[in-house]
């Protein structure tokens, strides 16, 4: 096993990390996510360990796939900002490891294609990705293809960038961030967490998550006032009444419905959950024993 050096960041460097509306403190990174990259880099070992056993005992090279890691949990839950601590942790420990994070945002159908078939309104739903293209693109990542590229999505747009395309060559370890990376199958088919080696949902009650989201979004109406390529500009200049009504409508008829049917019940198959509490501070932690 590589000899792990101490991780060291500032505060500083946590403001840079937080997505719009998250907090992260040095508490949490000492006393639970430094602790998480060790018991992460035990299962990378042991994964690494048996596909080199298996090639002996096989008598053939059959590679390294990548350690890959899923992340999931509700909007505005703070999934993106974890998945960039633990990007950062993990190079910094270990950087003899090449890291790739990446998010299933870019596996969304473009906005004409999800008016095109009548399902713009339930953007974020598993039927608005395309699995099928997002299944495709990690059996080639486990195939161990030199370079697979792969959709971006632009939160400034809210759409996907045309033309743009994030790659991935060979990581030791890749982190998948995202509302459906544990997404339950469909009748008799693979899904994106058939190809997990390990997987963190991130938890909170209702109510914490509903209060994160309209203050997230009043953070992102400040933001982008005075932006006009932002896909917030005319909302964030228009009424705020009914920006916030929107809002509001946009949590209970659409976060919430697919937290409740399609994200929280997948909960249960995470190798380890995070639960938040009261700004966004870990209370409990719940680890799969096998």
């Known amino acids: 096993m590589a000899k792990s050096q101490e991780a060291d960041i500032t505060s500083n460097e946590l403001a840079n990390l937080k997505s719009v509306g998250d907090v992260l403190n040095l508490i949490d990174v000492k006393e ?21 056993k298996r090639s002996a005992f096989l008598k053939s090279d059959l590679g390294h796939a990548p350690f890959i890691i899923g992340i ?21 420990t270990y950087p003899e490891l090449k890291i790739h994070l ?7 159908y473009p906005n004409q294609e999800l008016r095109r078939r009548g399902i713009f309104s339930r953007k974020g739903f598993p039927e608005s990705y395309d699995m099928t293209m997002l299944r495709h693109f990690l059996n080639d990542v486990v195939s ?16 996907i960038v045309p033309g743009k395309y994030g790659h991935v060559r060979q990581p030791d370890i890749l982190l998948i961030e995202g509302i459906n990376t544990l997404q339950l199958p469909e009748s008799g088919q693979v899904v994106t967490s058939d190809f ?21 979004f009043n953070k992102i109406m400040a933001i982008n006032k005075d932006k006009p390529d932002n896909y917030y500009y005319e909302l964030a200049n228009g009424p705020r009444t009914a920006a916030i009504q ?11 419905v697919n937290l409740r049917e399609y994200i929280a019940p997948t909960k249960e198959r995470a190798s380890l959950i995070l639960h938040k509490t009261t700004g966004h501070l870990i209370d409990r932690i719940y680890l799969r024993r096998f």
């Open 32 to 52: 639970i996510y430094l602790p998480l990259i060790n018991y992460l880099h035990l299962a990378y070992e042991g994964k690494r360990s048996f596909q080199t």
């Open 72 to 92: 999931s949990g509700s909007v505005a839950v703070g999934k993106s900002t974890t998945a960039r601590l633990l990007q950062v942790l993990l190079s910094r």
């Open 102 to 108: 990446m998010t299933t945002d870019g596996f969304i």
């Open 144 to 159: 161990e293809k030199a370079d697979i590229v792969y959709p971006l999505y632009s939160q400034e747009l809210s759409d």
């Open 196 to 216: 997990f080696d390990f997987s963190i949902y991130i938890d909170a009650e209702e109510s914490l998550i509903e209060s994160w989201y309209m203050q997230r």
């Open 246 to 256: 929107l809002a509001e409508e946009t949590w209970q008829m659409v976060n919430l």
